[in-house]
């Protein structure tokens, strides 16, 4: 990179949450704005989504590892069946509305790992190259180990879950500053 060169990383997360932001995000990526995006694997609108991106190699894919469904009027559960992660679930058998919830339940380690590869498996499933892992709304504060967990803790549970930055990905813009 040249010097004075800046690298701009865009990114668009909640891709699969609802064909609206589905149809956002892809006008997004088809006027440039956006280059990465990450896709939640556990919503309703997630096959829409593989649809609408299906054969564009000019977007870099990411994992959005959810474990929780904040919203009030659309909830989601987990990719796996509930009795393989019970502690990741409320009692209706959505994920607990906050990360805070998440822990006050005893939400256990082995079953987020579970889950975030059951994720993983299902977008690659449904075809997208996934280059990286993000999270939505929680954190290593709520679920120790979580953070960091795609090195040493995935590797030791069996899992595939691999946190490539997108400042990695051929698709990060680079604008000259001014």
Same mark, same amino acid.
């Given at each position: 990179?040249?010097?004075?060169?800046?690298?701009?990383?865009?990114?668009?997360?909640? $891709?699969?949450?609802? %064909?609206?932001?589905?149809? !956002?995000? =892809?006008?997004?990526?088809?006027?440039? +704005?956006?280059?990465? &995006?990450?896709?939640? $694997?556990?919503?309703? %609108?997630?096959?829409?989504? !593989?649809? =609408?991106?299906?054969?564009?190699?000019? +977007?870099?894919?990411? &994992?959005?590892?959810?474990?929780?469904?904040?919203?009030?009027?659309?909830?989601?559960?987990?990719?796996?069946?509930?009795?393989?992660?019970?502690?990741?679930?409320?009692?209706?058998?959505?994920?607990?509305?906050?990360?805070?919830?998440?822990?006050?339940?005893?939400?256990?380690?082995?079953?987020?790992?579970?889950?975030?590869?059951?994720?993983?498996?299902?977008?690659?499933?449904?075809?997208?190259?996934?280059?990286?892992?993000?999270?939505?709304?929680?954190?290593?504060?709520?679920?120790?180990?979580?953070?960091?967990?795609?090195?040493?803790?995935?590797?030791?549970?069996?899992?595939?879950?691999?946190?490539?930055?997108?400042?990695?990905?051929?698709?990060?813009?680079?604008?000259?500053?001014?």
């Amino acid at each position: 990179m040249m010097k004075g060169a800046i690298g701009l990383i865009t990114r668009a997360d909640d $891709a699969g949450s609802s %064909a609206t932001a589905n149809r !956002a995000i =892809l006008e997004a990526c088809d006027h440039g +704005i956006i280059r990465n &995006v990450s896709l939640m $694997a556990t919503c309703g %609108a997630i096959e829409d989504a !593989a649809e =609408l991106f299906r054969g564009r190699d000019d +977007i870099c894919f990411g &994992v959005h590892l959810t474990l929780n469904a904040e919203w009030d009027r659309v909830r989601w559960g987990p990719v796996m069946p509930n009795d393989r992660v019970p502690t990741l679930i409320d009692a209706e058998g959505y994920f607990h509305r906050t990360p805070e919830a998440m822990k006050a339940a005893g939400a256990l380690l082995d079953e987020a790992f579970l889950e975030m590869q059951a994720q993983l498996n299902r977008l690659r499933e449904l075809g997208f190259p996934i280059r990286y892992a993000d999270e939505h709304m929680f954190s290593d504060a709520y679920l120790k180990g979580t953070r960091n967990g795609s090195t040493g803790g995935a590797r030791k549970r069996g899992s595939s879950i691999s946190a490539v930055a997108c400042a990695d990905c051929r698709f990060a813009r680079r604008r000259t500053a001014k």
